[in-house]
């Protein structure tokens, strides 16, 4: 953001937000460079079409993200890397490391968020030591300047975050349109923002301190052993009768955990630590001996309210999903130091000319290299702008006397866990338009257990067709329709799959939504879900051609996620 953004900034707001300087004349670059504040990154990737369609149609699940053993230890990433150049502001990097990168609801295949690794292969090769670079698509910020503007804030106001810039990204020649250029947490990072890059660091997704979950947060740096016996007492203390503001700040620096968590309310950052327990870091900084939290994935901000399980009673002032937050926020102490945050940001960094002047001129900047999919861009940042506006009246609205009371106590972590099996042997034939009325077409053997007890089914059967998976674009599958013998409602659920693991083959992982009825299976058990592997000995995707195989896996249940 412009220098002039924040002038009652701190001295380290400066080096922040450095000056493009342009390029020297030996053609290297800076690690101020990379994130400059008044142009557009120029980064361009040459990839071989068939590596670029491998990785970009790489993807995770919600069955395979939210897996019941994270609670032991994250899960393995889905994303592989592949060779490629990759030429920024004209200084060409060869033989980099390129993988997708992104959770759930940031996947895309046309414009998938990236990983760059420029010491893949040249382990000499970084920028002024920082040697992963972090493009994000920003799928779910329509407006783009969430990142951008948010992580500004948070680094303006002394709370520690990646630096960010606008990148326009080519891959062979194609326009991918401005991304998000994001600071990997790495030691550059953690050496500007706490004086010293020798702690121990975690990152946090969609985890939070419950008993038996303290192997679910990754550890990316640092010795594990001090910070995994920090994170068993803090959940320790949280799962205890005599839990304090007091306790938890033997544990966690409250100074810097106030600051940080009033800039996600003051934000509307409904998907970080204290709106979702989610999209964080955690340091434990030596020179403290406590944990610092990060933002990360800010992608989710300047809303009134957020997206997942939100309560139109909750207030719009705090957010206390992450347990840290919600045992501090009990405290009539917690209370007041959240409220004088809140309000010293309000007075020092939320200044509504500037803050819509910086809305102002990022959309001129921007304009000229857009792709396509970026057309919600100046109609979602006028909500951006609403928010901006607004914010100010509707906090003071409620905090200008005291903070609102909420008890209300955050969900553990959302988990799937297997509760049944299944089995089916099916030839079908594709149609290009999926049957409604007709469902006992095709032939297929089917086999559903929930528990231990089997599940008589009758009336089964099976097509291929073009379906859209849950959260996901229209994809091949495999459609399976039967009827229950004991209460005679229908069953249905698609083995979906990518469209280029399509053909026969072994162990092409597939499965979608378990439906009951016409609805989605929601109730005690939470959503429900199929999933496991399919071996297609016959495939195609014109009408009439025959689709052939096998399946086995496991039917699943969502818990968690308010439900």
Sequence with gaps: MNLTFFKSATVGLAAFVLAATGLAADKKLTLGELFPVSRVLDVQITVTEKDWDKIRHQSRNFVSALHESRKVKPIDGPYEYVNADVTIDGVKFEKVGLRKKGFIGSQSSSRPSLKIKLNHTDKEQAIGGLTNLTMNNNKQDGSIVSQYMGYAIFNAAGSTAPRCAFAKVTVNGKNLGIYSHVESVRKPLLARGFGNDAGTLYEGTVVDFYEDWEGSLEHKRGDDKP????????????????????????????????????IEGLLGFWDGYSGNANNFFIYLNPKTDRFHFMPWGADALFRKRGMLNFNFRAPISVKTKGRVAHFLYQTENGRERYRKALHGLLKEYWVEDKLLAECDRIE????????????????????????????????????????????????????????????ARFSARWMEDSPRERTNIGKVELSLSMGNREVSLKDAGVHASWTGGFGRSSKPSVRIVATRVDNNKQVSFDLGMEEDAFHAGDDIQSGGVLKEGRGFSFGPLGMQFIGGKTRLTAAGMQEGNKVEGEFEGEVMKLVGMGL
Excluded: C
Excluded at 364 to 387: C, I, M, V, W
């Design 227 to 262: 910070g995994r016996e920090k994170i068993r007492q803090l959940i320790q203390l949280l799962e205890s009768d005599n839990v304090s503001e007091e306790a938890i700040g033997r544990l966690v620096d409250l100074d810097s955990f106030y600051r940080y968590w009033a």
């Design 364 to 423: 001129a900047l921007l304009k000229p290299h857009l792709s396509r999919e970026q057309y919600r861009f100046s109609r979602s940042l006028n909500g951006t702008r609403d928010f901006i506006e607004a914010r100010r009246g509707d906090l003071m609205k409620e905090t200008e006397e005291d903070m609102p009371a909420w008890r209300k106590e955050p969900k553990a972590p959302p988990v799937i866990a297997a509760i049944g099996k299944i089995k």
